[in-house]
Structures are given as structure tokens and as C-alpha cells.
């Protein structure tokens, strides 16, 4: 019985990482291109649960999710344009107001588009109360499907990155933002095309996790926070850490029930952070020297 | 095919450049040669877009490219090899090598990137040995000769080159401005900025001589060079002891 | 024939360029280096920073003879002693001589710019060149010495003075070029008529003249009387010396190196620009000298620029033969002449030989002018009438091209001084 127990929590704390380590490595992509950190991250996963909610009312499930990644792509760039283009060399400050200040605006826009209601999408396979059976353990296919997800995600932005010329290009944009200029990259739309990009696997995973956790329009602010504390954590620019990090933070947070009452659940990753911040900014699996290659 | 025309550049409320001008010609070497701080990379990199002018014009084959971001500017021919190389590190050679080509793959000259590719093996033999390591493990004279291959990639009628020098070791320095003269032997158009005047300007055509963000002096190098003034300040010799 | 070709027939757009840049770092320089400059410059509140255009060259304060006598010697030296290597000195009739030097550089261009405009006159290496002025302080004769052995030629040095040995050293060295001023080309010529000797015994082809104003009418003669084609060439040692401007074969116009000189034309009383092509003095401000920049210098010398292309080919503008001096100007009852104007007039009249004399006198309220001129022998012996016809003749002509009524009086030849040097021509009694 306890085995089954811990093995909930195991399973509920691999999910929620999922979604904690698509955010962390949303914010990595954008910081890694930009050396901005995207406070409206959170609103991503958002807006693409609630959209394809919306979609899928009159569309059938896969288009409506695909349809509401597209929709927040393309929010994504929006938001580059409009609030972040015209930026030149802003400092931290700035920057945290005017991406806190987006999400806010967001968020607002979500309440009034959609309501406070909470929704959520259909489970992609069964129901809420099918399981599969793997070595004892009773597991959502849902989660199989946001762990799978998540994975191919991150497998997809490694080809990218690394196998593509575009993803090449937008690497030595983060590399080394005048010398990418000066081979005649378009550095400009390499920014725009990182927020799309975090944009959209927020969006889907926002989607893939929806039936689990459900969406609501203030999940985004909690979720920017913990995709912060993640990234952090893996250490700032460093992708393949976030996942990592991301399954701790879930994890324990997941845990954390057994020991402490389940409001302070959210406090854990703040403590995380804070700590973080203060001992070792460079994340547990970074050091400084990989901070500075800014390698996804 | 280059012409500056009363440059003022400033950081904030700080004049760098004063009413700066200058040219370059078809198939010249120039040189722009000064003390530290002169002005000479602000210089350049208000040429390449990375910085922009307070007024002043800077016309490239007779287009005005002041306002144009950089990538316009490079697009249509003037490359810029940066100080400091600022390669990408994390990368191997041979990708920095095609994402310098970025231009002319998007001319769709995929035939000709590979052509110069080798062209730029052949220049530097030794980026061709160390094709996959990353270039951040390359030594200072390597990553600068991959620093300028990168630069050429993009097939430049102009090229550009910030104190190429700095940092390396004499033989190194040797072989680094061997490689600019025979780029200006081969009808290239070039201009070097630099603190190592003497070899400066025994490879250029015409120098600049650029103090306080002004230019003092101009001419065809060997004047420059003969130039006695020039020799104390900036070539470090010691004129009166020489001619006791 | 070009000297330099690519500057001498360099893309005006290119050149204006050339000449903003050197214009900026010759000022820049300027302004470090020579207090004097330094100091006008900030009285009337000019920093090198503001020129925008070659326009703003007349926010510029004019340089003028006055201020190189005050800094004699050196005072006006835009690099050390050590790095001049060369000093010369103008000839001053009146006051201090001024100083000028050159540094190694300087040098060089100045015999690159001498060697354009020999080029220019048909000058090449093949020449034997004979050089009449006199060695010395004096620039001319380093100056055109130097600019000949740059283009390869023969040079003989052979200063002035010894007519006689002059015209024997160009029968036997078999001299094809001559230098030196006008006049004395002119006495040599008479001379040579002189002595009965043949014009086809010398080999000569050219002639380069210059350092005082002379007429077409007296280029004429020269060219006929040896045999030549003469060409005029301009500079002043307070710019660099002879190279300033030439003529080409065209001799239509003297090509300024205006990739070294920066050339104004004011009006000399208002000091403001005249229109393009009109006449006025004539400023200099120096684009390339390393030892002795000069500002705006007014030259005092009165021209006009030819805004019009050449047949030969050079962009560089041309300016007229000099037309005289803004301070050899007369003002004879009001009315503005010029000594080299009386000259033209007097040469287009028959009878009479290229030497005249202008002795102005106030002996009531009026200027009296009277002009000496000397007549041809023949006249002398004819009927008084004759003569009487020629004096007035010069009179009316004088009247209606000048604007001014003179008294004439014949004399025989020869009898006026003859001078080796520049010429002097009028001689003014009047106190003013």
C-alpha cells in the first residue's frame, strides 16, 4: 500500500515536472537568444490549454490542439514585436517589468475571454479513471502521454538545434549575438522565432497535461515561477539540465505532501529558488563555463 | 566603394568620433592606424551597423548604409572580422565556417559555399586539420584565421578587419597579415585597423592616422611610414638615437 | 601626358571627398600644433570639429603675409625643427622675408606637383632642362629643379644672371627646355638677336615661365622669337613654390593640384566668394603640407577660375594667367587698373616694343598718369605726324579699354631699365 502510494506520488511528481521542465526550458531558449528572461512564459501553457479547449468544441481533438499551438505561436512572436523588438540592451529590471507586465495583460485577457471556469481537455486516451497497468503500479495514459510528449519535444529541439541551420543559426545568435550579425543572420527575427518557439512547446504542453491538472486563466503566474525556479536550477541556458531539474522540483513537490500540509505545496519551489539564487546561482548541474557557452 | 563623410559617434553624452572621413577604394589596402582608445573599433563597428552614427554619412558602392541593420549591410558585401575573433565557441570549425556563409546560402549559391569552403582550407591549412574540433578550443592565431575565414565565407567585396594582431604571438602576427596582403594581392578591397602600425602599413596602400577620435594625417603608407612623427609615436622608434 | 594620371584626372565626386578628408586632418592637425591658428580659431569661436562640408571653409579666418613676418622665423611650423629638412625664404621687397619649410613628405609631393605640371607643358625625360632662376632661398629654382629630376630629365642649374653665358650653355648643352620668368626669357631673346645668332643653332621646344604676370601678347612673341612653345606655371613659396598650378599644352588655363590646394576666389575688398568664374583674389588653403599648412592664405593675386572640362583631359580646374596683383593694383582718379592691363593694351598697338613705364603723379587734385613706352627706331625718324598719330592712338585706347586718361610718351629702345628679376613696372610718386 505504501509502495503504491509512493509510486503515486512518483508518477504525479514525474507529471507535473514535465510541464515545470517545458516552461524551464521555454525560458531557456528565449534567455539563451535574448538574455531576456520571459516572465509570461507561464501564460504560454495557458493559453494553449485554454484555446484548444475552446477550439475543440466545434474541431476534433488533434486539430484543436494543433490549432491552439499555432494560436500561441503566433501570440509568441506578437509579444516579441510588439513589446520586446524595440528594446536595445534593457536592463534586467526593465525587462522582468515589461514580461511580468505582459503576463499580466494576458492573463486579463484570458479572464475576460474565458471566465474563471476551470476547464480542461478531454483524456486524449480513456478517462479520467482508466489506467494502465506498469509493474504494479496504476498509471494515467495521460501521463504516458505528457511524459512522451515531453520527450519527443526535447528531442525535436535537439535535432533542431543541432542538426538544422536554422537551429544552428539561432545557437550562434546565442553564442554570440554581433558576430551572428555580422555573418548576416537575421538576428532580429532568430528573437521573434525563439519566442514562437518556447511559445508553441508551452502551448502543447499546456495541452497535454490540461486533462490532468486542468486550465484555468491564473495557472500561468505559478507556472512562470516554477519554470524559473527549473531552469535556475538545471542552471540558466542549460536545456537539457531543465528536464532534469524539472523532475526534481516535481518530485518534490509531489512528495512534499507527506510531510507538510498541501498549501505550503507551492512555497517548496520558491524555497528552491531563493535558496538557488543565493548558493549556487549557476544551478546544480551547471557551472559558470557552460553559463557562458549559452548552449541549449 | 567605401565613404565616410563627417562621422560622429558618441556612447551616451560621449563624442568617440569627430566629423571622421574617410575612403576606400576598389582593391586598396587601408589602414587605420592610432593609439588605444583612439576610436578605431568604434569605427568600425558604426560602419557595420553594430553601432549607429549621431550624424555623418556612410556610403557603401554608392548606397547610403547608415540606418541599415547589420545584417543588410553585410548582405550586401562589407564584412566586418570582429576584435577579440568571437567565434563561436561551441561550435565546431566548420560550422562557424557555413554560418559565416549565411548570405550566399540564402542566395542559393549552395555550389559556391562548398567551392570556398575549400578555398578557405586552402588559405588556412590548419582549420581544415581541426574541421570538428570546437572552436573554442582552438589557440588565439587559429581561432583569428577562423575568425577571418568566417568573415570571407560570405563572399565580401570589402573587408574588414579589427586589430587582427592583438593577442598573438609575432610569428603568429607574421603569418595573420601575410594572409591580408595576399587577400589585397588578389584584387580584395580591405580595411585594417590597427595598433601594430609598423606592419600595417607596410602592407597598405594608404593609411589613417586617428588620435582622440580625430584624423591627423593621411596618406599613402610609405609616407606614413617615412614619417618621423609617426615613427615615435606609433612605431616605437627612438628617431634621434638611430641617426647619432 | 600625365604625370600622375589617376589624381590628375581623378572623378570629381572622388576628389571632393579626397578633399574634405585632408581638409579635416589638416585642420585637426592645425589646431593642435600651431598656437597661432589655435588661437584664431577659438577667437571667433571655430573648433576643427564643426567643419560639416568644404563650404564651411569660410567660417575660416584668412592667413595673409602680415602674420608670416610676424612669426618669423619659425613660428608658423606645424612639426618640430628636427623634421624639416628643407627652409626657404621669400625674396621680401618690402619688410621681413617670410619663412617656409618642408619636411620629407613635403618634399616629395612637391616634386610629384612639379613634375605634373613639366608633364603637362611636353616636358619628359628625354629634356635638357635649363633652370634661370636663381638658386637660392628663393623657391623657384629648387622647386622646378627637383620636380625636373623626378620626371628624369637633364637638369642644368644654371641660376641666373650672364646673359651671355646663358644663351652659350644652350647652344652647347643643347638645352630643349627653358625656366625662368618672362622677362628674362625675353631679354635673352633679345639679346640673342643682339649677338646675330641664329635661333636654329639651339635645340630649345619649351619654354616654362612664370613668377610675375605676362601677357598673351608676350607669350606670343617668345613662342615666335625662339621658337618655342611657352607654357605659364603659378606658385607662391608661402603655399610650397612653383607646382601650384600649370598650364597644358592646351595653354588655355593653368591646372590647379587641387588634391593638395584647396582654391577660393573672393572679391578682395568684401572678402565674400565671387560667383563661380568671376574675377577676384585668389586663397589657397594647403590639403597636404606637413611642415607649413596654410589656412586660407590670401595670395593678393588676381584670377578667375575656368569652371569649364579641358580638351586634355584632367579634371582639375583650371585658373586664367594671372591678371595681376590686388596690391599692384592702381587706382588712377578713381578708376581701378591694373599695370598688366596697360601692358595688353599697349602690346595690341603697332609700333611699339614690350617695355613700358607708368609714373603716376598728384600734382593738383588729379592723378596724372603718364606711360613710357618705347617705340621702334623707325618711328623716331618719321614724320613728327606719325609719332603724333601713335601717342594718340595709345590714348584713346587707353581711355576705352581702361577707363583712364593718360599722357604718352615715346622714348627710344632700350632705354627703360631692364630688369633680370620680376619686373617694375610702375613707379607712383604719389604721397598717399
Redesign the interface.
Known amino acids: 500500500m505504501f509502495l503504491e502510494l509512493f509510486f503515486q506520488y512518483l508518477v504525479a511528481g514525474l507529471t507535473y515536472g514535465t510541464i515545470y521542465a517545458v516552461v524551464g526550458i521555454g525560458f531557456n531558449i528565449i534567455y539563451n537568444t535574448t538574455g531576456i528572461i520571459n516572465f509570461a512564459q507561464g501564460e504560454f501553457v495557458m493559453l494553449g490549454g485554454m484555446t484548444a479547449v475552446s477550439l475543440h468544441a466545434f474541431l476534433p481533438l488533434p486539430l484543436a490542439i494543433a490549432g491552439a499551438v499555432l494560436v500561441t505561436m503566433a501570440v509568441g512572436g506578437l509579444i516579441e514585436m510588439l513589446f520586446i523588438r524595440w528594446l536595445v540592451k534593457p536592463s534586467v529590471l526593465r525587462m522582468i517589468i515589461i514580461t511580468i507586465g505582459v503576463s499580466i495583460l494576458i492573463r486579463e485577457g484570458a479572464l475576460h475571454l474565458w471566465g474563471e471556469g476551470i476547464r480542461s481537455l478531454p483524456y486524449f486516451t480513456g478517462n479520467e479513471v482508466s489506467a494502465i497497468e506498469i509493474g504494479g503500479v496504476r498509471v494515467s495514459p495521460q501521463v504516458l502521454w505528457a511524459l512522451g510528449v515531453a520527450a519527443i519535444v526535447v528531442l525535436l529541439l535537439n535535432v533542431f538545434f543541432h542538426y538544422t541551420m536554422l537551429g544552428r543559426e539561432m545557437r550562434a545568435c546565442a553564442s554570440n549575438r554581433d558576430a551572428a550579425a555580422l555573418c548576416g543572420i537575421p538576428t532580429r527575427n532568430m528573437v521573434t522565432l525563439s519566442f514562437v518557439v518556447s511559445a508553441g512547446i508551452g502551448a502543447l504542453a499546456g495541452c497535454v497535461v490540461s486533462p490532468i491538472t486542468q486550465t484555468q486563466y491564473g495557472i500561468g503566474a505559478g507556472l512562470a515561477i516554477k519554470g524559473f525556479t527549473v531552469a535556475i536550477l538545471g542552471g540558466l541556458g542549460n536545456s537539457m539540465a531543465a528536464v532534469g531539474a524539472g523532475f526534481i522540483l516535481g518530485i518534490l513537490e509531489s512528495f512534499s505532501i507527506w510531510v507538510m500540509p498541501t498549501a505550503y505545496k507551492d512555497a517548496i519551489s520558491i524555497t528552491i529558488l531563493l535558496a538557488m539564487l543565493f548558493a549556487r546561482p549557476s544551478g546544480l548541474f551547471g557551472n559558470s563555463e557552460a553559463a557562458r557557452l549559452k548552449e541549449f | 566603394m567605401l565613404k565616410v563623410r563627417n562621422l560622429d559617434v558618441a556612447y551616451g553624452s560621449l563624442s568617440v568620433l569627430h566629423h571622421l572621413s574617410l575612403h576606400v577604394k576598389q582593391g586598396e589596402i587601408v589602414t587605420i592606424i592610432g593609439a588605444n582608445g583612439a576610436g578605431k573599433t568604434t569605427l568600425l563597428r558604426t560602419i557595420t551597423g553594430l553601432l549607429r552614427p549621431r550624424s555623418g554619412s556612410i556610403r557603401f558602392r554608392e548606397e547610403e548604409i547608415g540606418s541599415l541593420p547589420t545584417e543588410n549591410i553585410v548582405s550586401r558585401g562589407c564584412s566586418l572580422v570582429p576584435e577579440g575573433r568571437q567565434v563561436f565557441a561551441a561550435m565546431p570549425v566548420r560550422e562557424n565556417l557555413l554560418l559565416g556563409a549565411y548570405v550566399q546560402f540564402k542566395r542559393g549559391r549552395r555550389e559556391e559555399v562548398h567551392r570556398d569552403l575549400e578555398r578557405i582550407y586552402g588559405l588556412f591549412p590548419v582549420l581544415k586539420q581541426r574541421e570538428h574540433q570546437l572552436a573554442g578550443t582552438l589557440s588565439g592565431g587559429e581561432q583569428q584565421m577562423l575568425a577571418i575565414g568566417r568573415a570571407l565565407m560570405a563572399g565580401p567585396s570589402l573587408i574588414m578587419l579589427d586589430e587582427p594582431s592583438m593577442g598573438l604571438a609575432p610569428l603568429i602576427v607574421k603569418d595573420i597579415f601575410a594572409i591580408v596582403r595576399q587577400l589585397g594581392k588578389e584584387g580584395g578591397t580591405v580595411l585594417l585597423v590597427e595598433q601594430n602600425a609598423r606592419s600595417a602599413l607596410r602592407i597598405a596602400d594608404r593609411g589613417y592616422v586617428l588620435e582622440n577620435g580625430r584624423i591627423v594625417l593621411e596618406g599613402a603608407a610609405e609616407n606614413l611610414l617615412a614619417n618621423r612623427e609617426i615613427q615615435r609615436a606609433y612605431l616605437g622608434k627612438d628617431v634621434d638615437a638611430e641617426n647619432k | 601626358m600625365y604625370w600622375q594620371p589617376d589624381e590628375e584626372r581623378m572623378d570629381r565626386k572622388?576628389l571632393e571627398?579626397?578633399q574634405?578628408?585632408?581638409l579635416?586632418?589638416t585642420l585637426?592637425?592645425v589646431y593642435?600644433n600651431v598656437p597661432f591658428y589655435r588661437k584664431k580659431f577659438d577667437a571667433i569661436g571655430f573648433n576643427?570639429?564643426?567643419?560639416?562640408?568644404l563650404d564651411d571653409l569660410r567660417k575660416l579666418p584668412f592667413t595673409v603675409k602680415d602674420d608670416l613676418r610676424a612669426n618669423y622665423p619659425y613660428g608658423l611650423f606645424a612639426?618640430p625643427l628636427?623634421?624639416v629638412v628643407r627652409v626657404h625664404a621669400s625674396s621680401g621687397t618690402t619688410g621681413m622675408s617670410t619663412v617656409v619649410g618642408y619636411?620629407?613628405?613635403d618634399i616629395?609631393t612637391w616634386s610629384d606637383l612639379v613634375a605634373r605640371i613639366l608633364t603637362a607643358a611636353g616636358v619628359t625625360a628625354d629634356d635638357v632642362i635649363q633652370i634661370s632662376f636663381n638658386y637660392g632661398l628663393f623657391t623657384g629654382a629648387f622647386g622646378l629643379h627637383y620636380g625636373a629630376e623626378r620626371v628624369g630629365a637633364s637638369v642644368i642649374p644654371m641660376s641666373a644672371g650672364n646673359t651671355k653665358r646663358q644663351i652659350k650653355i644652350m647652344q652647347d648643352f643643347k638645352t630643349t627646355a627653358l625656366v625662368g620668368t618672362p622677362s628674362y626669357a625675353m631679354l635673352i631673346a633679345d639679346t640673342m638677336m643682339e649677338m646675330g645668332i641664329n635661333r636654329n643653332s639651339l635645340s630649345l621646344k619649351w619654354g616654362l615661365f612664370g613668377a610675375e604676370p605676362w601677357s598673351d601678347a608676350m607669350r606670343k612673341e617668345l613662342q615666335e622669337k625662339l621658337k618655342i612653345t611657352a607654357t605659364d606655371n603659378y606658385g607662391l613659396s608661402e603655399i610650397m613654390g612653383p607646382g601650384v598650378a600649370g598650364e597644358c599644352l592646351a595653354r588655355n588655363g593653368l591646372h590647379i593640384a587641387e588634391d593638395h590646394f584647396l582654391v577660393e576666389v573672393v572679391d578682395p575688398r568684401t572678402l565674400q566668394p565671387v560667383a563661380p568664374g568671376e574675377v577676384g583674389e585668389l586663397v589657397i588653403t594647403t590639403l597636404?603640407k606637413?611642415a607649413f599648412p596654410m589656412i586660407r592664405y590670401r595670395t593678393r593675386d588676381l584670377t578667375r577660375i575656368i569652371e569649364e572640362p579641358c580638351s586634355c583631359g584632367r579634371t582639375m580646374r583650371r585658373m586664367v594667367r594671372v591678371m595681376g596683383r590686388t596690391d599692384d593694383m592702381l587706382i588712377i582718379r578713381g578708376v581701378n587698373v591694373f599695370p598688366q592691363q596697360i601692358e595688353s593694351v599697349l602690346f595690341e598697338i603697332e609700333g611699339t616694343e614690350p617695355h613700358y613705364q607708368i609714373v603716376i603723379d598728384r600734382k593738383g587734385a588729379l592723378d596724372d598718369a603718364l606711360v613710357l613706352v618705347e617705340a621702334s627706331e623707325k618711328i623716331f625718324f618719321d614724320e613728327m605726324k606719325k609719332q603724333t598719330e601713335l601717342i594718340e592712338t595709345i590714348k584713346k585706347r587707353m581711355a576705352s579699354e581702361l577707363g583712364i586718361s593718360v599722357e604718352v610718351k615715346l622714348v627710344e629702345k632700350k632705354s627703360l631699365e631692364r630688369f633680370e628679376g620680376k619686373a617694375k613696372r610702375v613707379i607712383d610718386n604719389r604721397k598717399l
Do not use: G
Not at chain 3, 576643427?48 to 562640408?53: A, C, G, K, N, Q
Open positions: 572622388d571627398q579626397l574634405l578628408e585632408r579635416e586632418s585637426n592637425r593642435l576643427p570639429d564643426d567643419l560639416r562640408s612639426v628636427r623634421e619636411t620629407k613628405n616629395k597636404t606637413e
